[in-house]
């Protein structure tokens, strides 16, 4: 896969998503909540190589690692500072940065931007460290029909959920990929060499001639039309980040549909399903109800985290075999090492 994920935290605690994008030429890096210990098993520097945090909602088990990761990068200006979260992200953060004592700030030039996620528009606020955050800037909101960010090789889009408070659902897609057809390439006679990196990368500015040609072998062709004979695309990997909302039967409907071919779904395993009446009181999912929504999304597979310290480790094996029973694709991750089959 182009896109690598890490679960962090462990059974029964606070948990989060690290998610890395590799498109050949970077990595970018996704941090989905961030939970008490959760970056405990990162290093520093890929602590400082997260190029986004998204929060699903501010609960504290998913906020109270935010000092940890805040700490290592607080005052970093080779690279953007990004926020994300469900409304009122960025009147919260405001206080987060104004929580400590800033008094050698004047020289620093990091800036930070935090964006409220609406059902159809974000509003972003920029802060600045050398002001000691004591200013929010109210950037124009930016109404959005689906993508809500986008880097280098993915795009974001969100779902809306209800947790008592509005709770996001992430979904990260890597951007289609352009490959080479080989069975193209052997019917035009043509071998493997250098060149084909240059057909593949070929960028055209407005400077480039309109018939920039390119050698190969002993014959020359037109770039362009050359890409269009040998360029195939398909689709990138794809991983989804849910947690902590209330799945009736109108939430799995808007869900699945936005789920729909995803590869790798994170999804809370909170509660057992003869708990269920339970989940419903707290607007949580159980394992069931989880699997069946991977099932009638007809996603790839199904990792569960999020599990609840109400239950013993017996329990969440149970809980995984409920699942297991609906969508035999589900599994735990495997250095929790709670799965005896794995």
Not at 214 to 235: F, K, M, N
Not at 260 to 271: A, F, K, L, T
Request: proline share 5%; glycine share 6%; hydrophobic share 40%.
């Amino acid at each position: 896969m182009s896109i690598a994920f890490r679960i962090l935290g462990t059974p029964g605690n606070d948990n989060a998503l690290l998610v890395e994008i590799d498109s050949g030429q970077s990595i970018e890096r996704l941090l989905f909540d961030c939970g008490e210990g959760c970056l405990s098993g990162l290093s520093l520097s890929e602590i400082q190589g997260i190029d986004h945090l998204f929060f699903s909602h501010l609960h504290m088990d998913h906020v109270a690692g935010f000092d940890s990761f805040f700490r290592c990068v607080f005052n970093r200006d080779t690279a953007q500072n990004r926020i994300w979260g469900p409304p009122d992200t960025a009147r919260i953060f405001h206080h987060r940065f104004q929580a400590f004592l800033w008094n050698l700030h004047e020289q620093m030039s990091a800036t930070w931007r935090v964006t409220d996620i609406h059902p159809h528009e974000t509003r972003t606020c920029r802060y600045e460290l050398r002001e000691a955050f004591a200013n929010a800037y109210e950037e124009a909101p930016r109404p959005y029909p689906s993508i809500i960010c986008e880097g280098i090789a993915f795009t974001i889009e969100t779902v809306t959920m209800d947790h008592r408070t509005p709770t996001i659902a992430y979904v990260v897609r890597e951007k289609p990929r352009q490959n080479i057809d080989p069975q193209r390439m052997a019917s035009l006679g043509l071998r493997p060499g250098p060149w084909l990196k240059q057909v593949k990368d070929f960028a055209p500015s407005s400077d480039t001639p309109s018939d920039a040609r390119i050698s190969v072998g002993d014959a020359t062709y037109d770039i362009q039309e050359l890409r269009q004979l040998l360029l195939v695309e398909t689709p990138g990997d794809s991983v989804a980040y849910l947690t902590d909302f209330l799945l009736d039967e109108a939430a799995m409907d808007r869900l699945s549909a936005s789920l729909r071919g995803v590869c790798q779904v994170i999804c809370e395993g909170q509660y057992r399903h003869a708990d269920l009446e339970l989940a419903r009181k707290h607007h949580h999912t159980t394992t069931v109800q989880t699997a069946t929504l991977a099932k009638r999304a007809g996603v790839e597979q199904l990792s569960l985290f999020h599990l609840s310290a109400r239950y013993e480790r017996g329990e969440w094996l149970e809980m995984l075999q409920e699942a297991r029973a609906i969508f035999p694709r589900t599994s735990y991750p495997a250095h929790w090492q709670l799965d005896p089959a794995r």
